[in-house]
Protein backbone atom coordinates (compact mmCIF):
# COMPACT_ATOMS: atom_id res chain seq x y z
CA UNK A 1 0.00 0.00 0.00
CA UNK A 2 1.03 3.23 -0.79
CA UNK A 3 2.24 6.00 1.97
CA UNK A 4 0.18 8.10 0.69
CA UNK A 5 -3.48 7.67 0.90
CA UNK A 6 -5.31 7.70 -2.68
CA UNK A 7 -9.09 9.12 -2.74
CA UNK A 8 -10.80 5.46 -2.13
CA UNK A 9 -8.04 5.11 0.85
CA UNK A 10 -8.54 9.06 1.93
CA UNK A 11 -12.22 8.00 2.41
CA UNK A 12 -12.13 5.93 5.10
CA UNK A 13 -9.66 7.34 6.88
CA UNK A 14 -12.08 10.18 7.22
CA UNK A 15 -14.63 7.68 8.42
CA UNK A 16 -12.30 6.24 11.44
CA UNK A 17 -11.47 9.36 13.22
CA UNK A 18 -14.35 10.08 15.04
CA UNK A 19 -15.33 13.33 13.81
CA UNK A 20 -18.50 14.42 11.58
CA UNK A 21 -17.82 13.88 8.23
CA UNK A 22 -19.10 13.76 4.33
CA UNK A 23 -17.94 11.77 1.52
CA UNK A 24 -19.55 13.73 -1.46
CA UNK A 25 -19.48 11.32 -4.74
CA UNK A 26 -19.89 13.92 -8.39
CA UNK A 27 -21.74 12.18 -10.95
CA UNK A 28 -20.17 12.17 -14.47
CA UNK A 29 -21.42 16.02 -15.57
CA UNK A 30 -23.61 16.68 -18.23
CA UNK A 31 -23.62 20.84 -17.65
CA UNK A 32 -22.19 23.02 -15.35
CA UNK A 33 -25.87 22.55 -12.61
CA UNK A 34 -25.13 19.23 -11.43
CA UNK A 35 -21.25 20.22 -9.98
CA UNK A 36 -22.38 23.62 -8.50
CA UNK A 37 -25.35 21.96 -6.63
CA UNK A 38 -22.48 19.09 -5.32
CA UNK A 39 -20.43 22.49 -4.97
CA UNK A 40 -22.96 24.07 -2.67
CA UNK A 41 -23.75 21.28 -0.17
CA UNK A 42 -20.33 20.82 0.08
CA UNK A 43 -19.39 24.35 1.05
CA UNK A 44 -22.63 23.95 3.69
CA UNK A 45 -21.24 21.42 5.60
CA UNK A 46 -17.68 22.67 6.00
CA UNK A 47 -19.52 25.87 7.40
CA UNK A 48 -21.04 23.53 9.95
CA UNK A 49 -17.90 21.86 10.39
CA UNK A 50 -18.31 18.82 9.45
CA UNK A 51 -14.70 17.26 7.25
CA UNK A 52 -15.72 16.95 3.61
CA UNK A 53 -14.06 14.11 1.55
CA UNK A 54 -14.66 15.92 -2.04
CA UNK A 55 -12.60 13.75 -4.70
CA UNK A 56 -12.62 14.66 -7.92
CA UNK A 57 -13.40 11.67 -10.40
CA UNK A 58 -13.23 10.97 -14.15
CA UNK A 59 -15.93 8.90 -15.44
CA UNK A 60 -14.13 7.60 -19.15
CA UNK A 61 -15.78 4.31 -19.33
CA UNK A 62 -18.24 3.68 -22.12
CA UNK A 63 -19.34 3.84 -25.33
CA UNK A 64 -18.84 7.91 -25.73
CA UNK A 65 -15.64 7.47 -25.05
CA UNK A 66 -15.01 5.17 -27.78
CA UNK A 67 -17.29 6.90 -30.25
CA UNK A 68 -15.26 9.92 -29.20
CA UNK A 69 -12.19 8.64 -30.05
CA UNK A 70 -13.48 6.93 -33.68
CA UNK A 71 -14.29 10.36 -34.54
CA UNK A 72 -11.26 12.05 -32.92
CA UNK A 73 -8.42 10.25 -34.45
CA UNK A 74 -10.47 8.32 -38.09
CA UNK A 75 -9.64 5.19 -36.51
CA UNK A 76 -11.86 1.39 -35.38
CA UNK A 77 -11.05 -1.17 -33.13
CA UNK A 78 -10.37 -4.23 -35.14
CA UNK A 79 -9.70 -6.84 -32.43
CA UNK A 80 -8.31 -9.44 -35.27
CA UNK A 81 -5.41 -7.06 -35.64
CA UNK A 82 -2.05 -7.90 -34.06
CA UNK A 83 -0.89 -4.93 -31.96
CA UNK A 84 1.53 -2.43 -33.79
CA UNK A 85 3.64 -0.45 -31.40
CA UNK A 86 4.76 2.38 -34.14
CA UNK A 87 1.19 3.12 -35.17
CA UNK A 88 -0.03 6.74 -35.06
CA UNK A 89 -3.31 7.97 -35.99
CA UNK A 90 -3.91 10.30 -39.07
CA UNK A 91 -3.36 13.43 -38.68
CA UNK A 92 -6.68 14.39 -40.43
CA UNK A 93 -9.40 12.01 -39.53
CA UNK A 94 -10.61 10.47 -42.99
CA UNK A 95 -13.02 8.38 -44.22
CA UNK A 96 -13.12 5.27 -44.31
CA UNK A 97 -11.56 4.70 -40.40
CA UNK A 98 -8.47 3.25 -40.16
CA UNK A 99 -8.47 -0.24 -38.57
CA UNK A 100 -6.24 -1.11 -35.25
CA UNK A 101 -5.88 -3.24 -33.25
CA UNK A 102 -7.84 -3.63 -29.45
CA UNK A 103 -4.20 -2.75 -27.71
CA UNK A 104 -3.65 0.52 -30.11
CA UNK A 105 -7.76 1.46 -29.74
CA UNK A 106 -6.86 1.37 -25.98
CA UNK A 107 -3.92 3.56 -26.21
CA UNK A 108 -5.65 6.04 -27.76
CA UNK A 109 -8.50 6.33 -25.22
CA UNK A 110 -6.30 6.79 -22.63
CA UNK A 111 -4.51 9.22 -24.49
CA UNK A 112 -7.56 11.39 -25.62
CA UNK A 113 -9.11 11.03 -22.25
CA UNK A 114 -6.14 12.56 -20.43
CA UNK A 115 -6.07 15.16 -22.42
CA UNK A 116 -9.81 15.86 -22.33
CA UNK A 117 -9.89 15.81 -18.11
CA UNK A 118 -6.95 18.48 -18.63
CA UNK A 119 -9.33 20.89 -20.19
CA UNK A 120 -12.41 19.74 -17.98
CA UNK A 121 -10.47 20.41 -14.58
CA UNK A 122 -9.50 24.16 -16.11
CA UNK A 123 -13.32 24.57 -16.67
CA UNK A 124 -13.75 23.24 -13.16
CA UNK A 125 -11.39 25.25 -11.41
CA UNK A 126 -12.61 28.52 -13.29
CA UNK A 127 -15.62 27.64 -12.02
CA UNK A 128 -14.51 28.09 -8.67
CA UNK A 129 -15.30 24.13 -7.71
CA UNK A 130 -14.31 23.32 -3.80
CA UNK A 131 -13.11 19.88 -4.51
CA UNK A 132 -9.58 18.68 -3.24
CA UNK A 133 -7.71 18.40 -6.55
CA UNK A 134 -4.91 16.71 -4.80
CA UNK A 135 -7.36 13.59 -4.91
CA UNK A 136 -8.49 12.35 -8.20
CA UNK A 137 -9.15 8.71 -9.75
CA UNK A 138 -10.49 7.75 -13.01
CA UNK A 139 -13.28 4.75 -13.91
CA UNK A 140 -10.28 3.39 -16.33
CA UNK A 141 -7.25 3.88 -13.97
CA UNK A 142 -5.97 0.20 -12.31
CA UNK A 143 -7.00 1.34 -8.89
CA UNK A 144 -10.80 1.77 -9.53
CA UNK A 145 -10.39 -0.72 -11.92
CA UNK A 146 -9.53 -3.25 -8.38
CA UNK A 147 -11.81 -1.57 -6.75
CA UNK A 148 -14.76 -2.73 -8.99
CA UNK A 149 -13.30 -6.29 -9.81
CA UNK A 150 -13.08 -7.09 -6.32
CA UNK A 151 -16.39 -6.11 -6.14
CA UNK A 152 -17.58 -7.76 -8.51
CA UNK A 153 -15.86 -11.27 -7.14
CA UNK A 154 -17.60 -10.71 -3.94
CA UNK A 155 -21.15 -10.70 -5.70
CA UNK A 156 -19.85 -13.64 -7.49
CA UNK A 157 -18.64 -15.40 -4.22
CA UNK A 158 -22.60 -14.30 -2.75
CA UNK A 159 -24.19 -15.66 -6.18
CA UNK A 160 -25.69 -12.35 -6.61
CA UNK A 161 -23.43 -12.17 -9.96
CA UNK A 162 -25.45 -14.32 -12.83
CA UNK A 163 -25.97 -14.30 -16.32
CA UNK A 164 -29.47 -14.29 -18.42
CA UNK A 165 -30.38 -13.91 -21.48
CA UNK A 166 -32.98 -11.31 -21.72
CA UNK A 167 -34.00 -8.45 -24.22
CA UNK A 168 -32.10 -5.60 -24.17
CA UNK A 169 -31.07 -2.39 -26.16
CA UNK A 170 -28.05 -3.30 -29.05
CA UNK A 171 -25.93 -1.07 -30.73
CA UNK A 172 -25.53 -2.31 -34.21
CA UNK A 173 -21.87 -0.45 -35.04
CA UNK A 174 -20.27 -1.66 -31.71
CA UNK A 175 -22.08 -4.73 -31.69
CA UNK A 176 -22.64 -4.38 -27.54
CA UNK A 177 -25.63 -4.00 -25.25
CA UNK A 178 -26.28 0.07 -24.56
CA UNK A 179 -28.16 1.61 -21.34
CA UNK A 180 -31.03 3.53 -21.51
CA UNK A 181 -28.98 7.09 -20.46
CA UNK A 182 -27.08 6.73 -23.53
CA UNK A 183 -29.92 6.57 -26.18
CA UNK A 184 -30.65 9.97 -27.58
CA UNK A 185 -34.93 10.19 -28.56
CA UNK A 186 -35.18 11.53 -32.37
CA UNK A 187 -38.94 11.85 -33.61
CA UNK A 188 -38.96 9.87 -37.26
CA UNK A 189 -41.92 9.32 -39.37
CA UNK A 190 -43.39 6.29 -39.19
CA UNK A 191 -46.45 4.56 -40.26
CA UNK A 192 -50.15 2.98 -38.69
CA UNK A 193 -50.75 -0.10 -39.30
CA UNK A 194 -53.69 -2.25 -39.43
CA UNK A 195 -53.34 -5.96 -38.72
CA UNK A 196 -56.36 -8.34 -39.30
CA UNK A 197 -56.41 -11.42 -37.48
CA UNK A 198 -58.58 -14.20 -38.06
CA UNK A 199 -60.85 -15.78 -35.46
CA UNK A 200 -61.48 -19.55 -35.20
CA UNK A 201 -64.73 -19.27 -33.85
CA UNK A 202 -66.41 -15.67 -34.25
CA UNK A 203 -68.80 -14.57 -31.25
CA UNK A 204 -71.70 -12.38 -31.14
CA UNK A 205 -69.67 -10.28 -28.50
CA UNK A 206 -67.20 -8.81 -30.96
CA UNK A 207 -69.18 -9.08 -33.91
CA UNK A 208 -70.20 -11.72 -36.43
CA UNK A 209 -67.49 -10.84 -38.82
CA UNK A 210 -64.67 -13.61 -38.60
CA UNK A 211 -61.43 -11.62 -38.16
CA UNK A 212 -60.47 -8.76 -35.68
CA UNK A 213 -58.40 -5.64 -36.76
CA UNK A 214 -55.87 -3.86 -34.32
CA UNK A 215 -54.14 -0.39 -35.03
CA UNK A 216 -50.44 -0.49 -34.12
CA UNK A 217 -47.37 1.56 -35.26
CA UNK A 218 -44.95 -1.33 -33.84
CA UNK A 219 -46.27 -4.43 -35.87
CA UNK A 220 -42.80 -6.17 -35.19
CA UNK A 221 -43.51 -6.30 -31.61
CA UNK A 222 -44.94 -9.67 -30.21
CA UNK A 223 -46.77 -7.85 -27.31
CA UNK A 224 -49.50 -6.86 -30.71
CA UNK A 225 -50.24 -10.80 -30.23
CA UNK A 226 -51.59 -10.17 -26.79
CA UNK A 227 -53.08 -6.88 -27.33
CA UNK A 228 -56.67 -8.44 -28.17
CA UNK A 229 -59.15 -8.92 -25.06
CA UNK A 230 -62.74 -10.21 -24.53
CA UNK A 231 -64.41 -6.61 -23.72
CA UNK A 232 -66.50 -8.63 -20.95
Known amino acids: MSKQPGPLQAGVAL ?17 AQAPADTDLIARYQRMRGKEVFYPMGWDDNGLPTER ?7 VRCDPSLPYDP ?13 PVSRPNFVELCIRLTAEDEQAFERLWRYLGLSVD ?4 YATIDR ?36 AQAELEDREQPGAYHRIRFMRANPSTSLGTSGYVEIE ?6 PRVLYSMTNPR
Open 143 to 178: RAQRVSQDAFLRLLKRGAAYQLEAPTLWDVDFRTAV
Open 86 to 98: TFQPPDKPGKPAV
Open 133 to 136: WSMT
Open 216 to 221: TTRPEL
Open 68 to 74: RVQNYYG
Open 15 to 31: AIRGVLCLSLVIAPPAG
